[in-house]
Antibody, heavy 120, light 111 residues
Framework: QVQLVESGGGVVQPGRSLRLSCAAS????????MNWVRQAPGKGLEWVAH????????YYEDSVKGRFTISRDSFKKMLYLEMTSLRAEDTAIYYC?????????????WGQGTLVTVSS | QSPLTQPPSVSGAPGQRVIISCTGT?????????VHWYQQLPGKAPKLLIH???NRPSGVPDRFSGSKSDTSASLAITGLQAEDEGDYYC???????????FGGGTKLTVL
């Protein structure tokens, strides 16, 4: 079955760290770029981070640069998001999404999301 | 503030047609990047609805259609059904921000 399953969310204090995971199955994970997209409670979608199919390049939304790190393990078919120095405004559901499209990328497969709550 | 602007809400009666607009700028839609649309039903993850301005993935009903012109795009939904109620997002890429960007989302209410 083609799917993405996130895990690792939870409640964390401001300034602490958390690592999210996304398990891919049913497709050739190593052939696809991947994204993390988040959605704050009651708000819209926001792109967070992007990693090339081979992990050679990564890109980040400005507010998370220097704090978040996207990585992948193609042997294990896993995508990760290491989040440090967490802030209240990072509270959101975090989705992993598969990236397709040669010029104008779009996201054709999404996980169910994992909730991160940053609160003291 | 997203560089892609959508109306906060639209509504229509069952069977009617609604259009959701997505207005961009010369650093995203206007420079040639395609527009893609996602449907997010209540409590669910987003789902790809339209890609590359007007293409429907397999399984998406032909009641959903997309178009693009200059710096804007539109999603049309015909034959509205109760199960269409939810949030709809446009998405593209922005050169100035060097980022994938989403519109603020439009809440569709079926009356």
């Amino acid at each position: 079955q083609v799917q993405l399953v996130e895990s690792g969310g939870g409640v964390v204090q401001p300034g602490r760290s958390l690592r999210l995971s996304c398990a891919a199955s049913g497709f050739t994970f190593s052939s696809y770029a991947m994204n993390w997209v988040r959605q704050a409670p009651g708000k819209g979608l926001e792109w967070v981070a992007h990693i090339w199919y081979d992990g050679s390049k990564t890109y980040y939304e400005d507010s998370v640069k220097g704090r978040f790190t996207i990585s992948r393990d193609s042997f294990k078919k896993m995508l990760y998001l290491e989040m440090t120095s967490l802030r209240a405004e990072d509270t959101a559901i975090y989705y992993c999404a598969r990236v397709v499209g040669a010029y104008s990328n779009y996201f054709d497969l999404w996980g169910q999301g994992t909730l991160v709550t940053v609160s003291s | 503030q997203s560089p892609l602007t959508q109306p906060p809400s639209v509504s229509g009666a069952p069977g009617q047609r609604v259009i959701i607009s997505c207005t961009g700028t010369t650093s995203n839609i206007g420079v040639g990047y395609a527009v893609h649309w996602y449907q997010q039903l209540p409590g669910k993850a987003p789902k790809l609805l339209i890609h590359d301005n007007a293409n429907r993935p397999s399984g998406v009903p032909d009641r959903f259609s997309g178009s693009k012109s200059d710096t804007s795009a539109s999603l049309a939904i015909t034959g509205l059904q109760a199960e269409d109620e939810g949030d709809y997002y446009c998405q593209s890429y922005d050169n100035d921000l060097s980022a994938w960007v989403f519109g603020g989302g439009t809440k569709l209410t079926v009356l």
